[in-house]
């Protein structure tokens, strides 16, 4: 007799229909799998023939053939195994009266018949809903992030046994109850603001950067708190959206990295070290193809602590997804692409011992080594970071009379209201922010005075500012404008948004 | 173009691996640079008894001398000769003037008064602010002389360039640029200015030869201004040429123990002129420029400026504090003032004065 069972097979952040079709037929005992699986799927058999075993079933002893349509993909990873145990009991008429045609099947098999979570379970389910299935059955461990999912039913299953129980009505499965999404939920990250002493500088300038979506570059001593005031950088950010939450629980959940909690509540806040090779960071694998850390910080931050530290090649791989907000990853597999619109932050030391311009320590490199430090970050990138800001060493402990340190969750307000003005500007385009707007974009929203471009030129003039500034400066000042809820961008704006053009001055 | 004995004396500095001292023994037995070329061999051997150098015949020479003059020629390089009419009366007057000095630009600034700006690669970027400020008043008067390193000497470049009276004295050949990031600021100064080296132009650059390109610096100038110098630095050298030949030295004041001042103070202490304005080195000379435009400041602007020449350096923090304001209203104050050219940031979040 032969079974069909429905599964779904992961490509790139998409799920791709699979049936599962098993034939048990008389004649010599054999167990064949057919149809492009790679080695995970065809050990498969081994432990779903346990699985059966060992869960009180009978495993068949015929002549088995199994095959995975359509043949032309191929098939990874163990997320089948749950699929082709179904399919066999189903063939060997063990399911008798059981409905399995429209229930989408996954997760991986234990020897003793127990289900095991698979990655990308998500995606999977979104795929599968948007083809018009409508019941699940799914690993317990993955019920978390499949539980904000309306519209379906979706049963969590925890052994194999569990799953036949429920097929037959001897013992059913309670759906899952669709979870209200709450932003911040999980509240794991601690850092807040107030927690950060003094730089109100540097303060300044993270809260322009998020307002106005601008990468931002923290140039100090070391043990200032660069590391310290860019974890705070989620914590001012906009709550994440249902939506925007579900597409980056997308992606975390294709990479495995989906904590307790199933769906992704905060802004991601990606470090990757600087050792970071240009895959990790931009995603690849040899057949599968993995999201990097770019796309995992999708949404979010990815923090490059230690700029000049990484590789040029990695860093200059970077500069593709800061314009598009995508990577496209080509690989013998296949082409795939993965979103990855991010906040860059990046920190640097000023010099390679770290006290070039303090006050009170001496630097004791030579200009050719500081200028060597510094063309390490290419142009280009520097081109692509719109805020350059100084984190200094100062004590402030003199300064103790102005110390009271703001929350993040009153600048996290101000953030917000800068950021529905942005809405309202952008209500006809796709951007979302300033600093994503095109020349075309400039010249209708940010319109300068006569005595705003005035002072640009002669910003120029005297500061030896590149040519490419000029752009950055005008959205900064955009958005410091916002910041401000005025209509024009004043003089008091091209100003404060030239005091961020560091390391064009640096040369 | 040259004449004979121009071109002999053209010869014998760039196609001999002579040294000077040599040049000039050899010069002063035969008493004039033709006869040398035409008898080399036999002043060669009577002057240089070990006879490691290798004389050629008259033919050889004369073809050497002929191809050196057509890649100057070439490439736009002149040479002015100790025998020139326009070799600076002041180099000339040196103990070990250079017999040849090989040009590119605008040669008529051989003839104009000339005023050294120089500073070490590590000059704090008041003092190159401060530095470029006063070589752009000076350069009114003055050509200004200084060499193409970065720090001190950029700034000197940067601001005497726009008025093109600027000549820069290369410690290696024309053809090359050390440090090589300096390559468009050189290419500029060619165009407006002019550039000076007493290498043959493929000569490259050598630790010695900055030694010698600061006795040029020193002998070509009626005063120096020393922007910054550290303990030991090549600005110090060219301060003890300009003593040694009795010019006039000028130096940036700078704080008691810092660092990239430290050769400033010593040399004030040892007589050399205090100077913080273009004013103190143009009166010097008797010379009045006409009064500055007052700048146009905004009444926070003007009291954010206060506070800052009180200070002489002063954190966004301590500022805020001072006016009573939030920093994010200081900072557009002080980017207006640096772009007045009044204020200039020093490093982590400070600002200076000018």
């Known amino acids: 007799m032969i079974a069909q069972i429905a599964c779904f097979a992961l490509n790139g952040l998409e799920g791709v229909p699979v049936q599962v079709e098993t034939d048990v037929n008389k004649g010599m005992p054999s167990y064949e799998m057919v149809g492009l699986p790679d080695t995970a799927v065809k050990e498969s058999k081994e432990r779903v023939r346990s699985a059966i075993k060992n869960s009180g079933m009978l495993f068949p002893i015929s002549k088995i053939t199994v095959n995975l349509a359509p043949a032309d993909i191929r098939k990874e990873g163990a997320v089948f195994d749950l699929a082709v145990a179904i399919s066999l009991l189903k063939a060997s008429e063990q399911l008798v009266g059981a409905a399995v045609e429209d229930i989408v099947f996954l997760g991986e098999l234990a020897l003793n018949g127990d289900l095991r979570a698979v990655n990308g379970v998500l995606p999977l389910i979104i795929s599968a809903k948007a083809r018009g299935y409508k019941k699940f059955i799914i690993p317990c461990a993955n019920a978390a992030e499949a539980r904000y999912l309306g519209g379906a039913e979706i049963y969590p299953a925890a052994t194999l046994l569990d799953v036949v129980k429920h097929l037959l009505g001897i013992e059913r499965i309670e759906p899952l109850e669709t979870a209200q999404f709450v932003p911040h939920s999980s509240g794991k990250n601690t850092a807040d603001l107030k927690y950060v002493k003094g730089q109100p500088v540097a303060r300044r300038a993270i809260e322009i950067a998020v307002a106005g979506g601008h990468n931002l570059l923290m140039v100090g001593p070391p043990g200032t708190g660069k590391t310290m005031l860019a974890r705070c950088l989620p914590t001012i950010m906009p709550d994440l959206t249902f939506e925007e939450a579900l597409e980056i629980t997308k992606i975390h959940s294709v990479a495995g990295v989906l904590s307790e909690e199933g769906i992704v509540s905060e802004r991601p806040f990606r470090t990757p070290h600087h050792t970071a090779t240009t895959v990790s960071m931009c995603g690849g694998g040899n057949r599968i193809v993995h999201p990097g850390e770019i796309s995992l910080a999708h949404g979010g931050v990815l923090f490059l602590d230690e700029l000049p530290e990484y590789k040029r090649s990695t860093l200059e791989a970077l500069r593709q997804p800061l314009e598009d907000g995508t990577i496209t990853v080509s690989r013998a597999g296949g082409t795939f692409t993965y979103p990855a619109r991010f906040m860059l932050c990046a920190s640097m030391n000023p010099c390679p011992c770290g006290n070039y311009g303090s006050a009170n320590l001496t630097c004791s490199c030579s200009a050719g080594e500081i200028r060597r430090y510094r063309k390490k970050v290419s142009g280009p990138l520097l081109d692509r970071i719109d805020l350059q800001v100084e984190v200094d060493n100062i004590s402030y402990d003199a300064l103790s009379s102005q110390a009271t340190e703001e929350e993040s969750s009153s600048v996290r307000e101000r953030v917000n209201e800068a950021r529905r003005i942005q809405r309202c500007r952008f209500e006809e385009s796709a951007h979302k922010t300033n600093a994503e707007m095109g020349e075309r974009e400039m010249r209708s929203f940010c319109s300068l005075s006569k005595e705003c471009d005035d002072i640009l030129r002669s910003a120029f003039e005297r500061m030896h500012l590149s040519a490419r500034a000029r752009s950055r400066i005008i959205k900064v000042a955009r958005t410091i404008a916002d910041l401000d809820a005025c209509e024009y961008i004043q003089p008091k704006h091209i100003f404060e948004a030239v005091s961020y053009r560091l390391y064009d001055k640096m040369g | ?354």
């Open chain 2, 1 to 354: 173009m040259y004449d004979a004995e121009e071109q002999a004396l053209i010869w014998l500095c760039a196609c001999t691996d002579l040294d000077d001292r040599a040049r000039v023994l050899l010069l002063r037995a035969a008493k004039s640079p033709k006869k040398l070329f035409d008898a080399f061999e036999t002043y060669l051997s009577s002057v240089i008894k070990e006879g490691k150098y290798r004389a050629g015949t008259r033919t050889e020479r004369e073809r050497a001398r002929d191809e050196f003059l057509d890649t100057l020629s070439e490439r736009g390089y002149f040479a002015v000769t100790l025998l020139s009419d326009d070799y600076p009366a002041a180099l000339r007057a040196i103990p070990d003037p250079p017999l040849v000095l090989f040009g590119m630009g605008n040669r008529s600034l051989l003839g104009g008064r000339k005023f050294c700006i120089v500073g070490s690669r590590l000059t704090p970027s008041y003092a190159e602010r401060q530095g470029e400020r006063i070589a752009a008043q000076l350069s009114a008067r003055f050509v200004i002389v200084t060499g193409l390193a970065e720090g001190g000497d950029s700034a000197a470049v940067r601001g005497a360039l726009p008025s093109g009276n600027i000549i820069c004295v290369l410690p290696h050949g024309l053809d090359g640029c050390y440090p090589a990031t300096q390559a468009s600021l050189k290419r500029a100064v060619a165009q407006n200015g002019l550039l000076l080296s007493e290498y043959p132009s493929a000569e490259p650059v050598r630790k010695h030869h900055f030694y010698a390109r600061n006795r040029i610096l020193a002998g070509l100038s009626e005063g120096m201004l020393m922007i910054s110098a550290g303990q030991r630095s090549g600005v110090s050298i060219t301060a003890n040429f300009a003593l040694e030949y009795g010019r006039d030295v000028f130096a940036f004041p700078y704080q008691i123990g810092a660092a990239q001042g430290v050769g400033c103070n010593e040399y004030i202490k040892k007589g050399a002129f205090l100077c913080t304005e273009a004013e103190d080195i143009l009166s010097h000379y008797g010379i009045q420029l006409p009064k500055a435009q007052p700048v146009d400041l905004s009444a926070e602007e003007a009291a954010a400026l206060a506070a800052l020449r009180e200070e002489g350096q002063m954190h966004l923090a301590e500022l805020a504090q001072r006016l009573g304001r939030q920093i994010h209203e200081i900072a557009p104050l002080m980017a207006a003032l640096e772009i007045k050219g009044l204020a200039v940031k020093s490093g982590g979040n400070r600002y200076s004065a000018l």
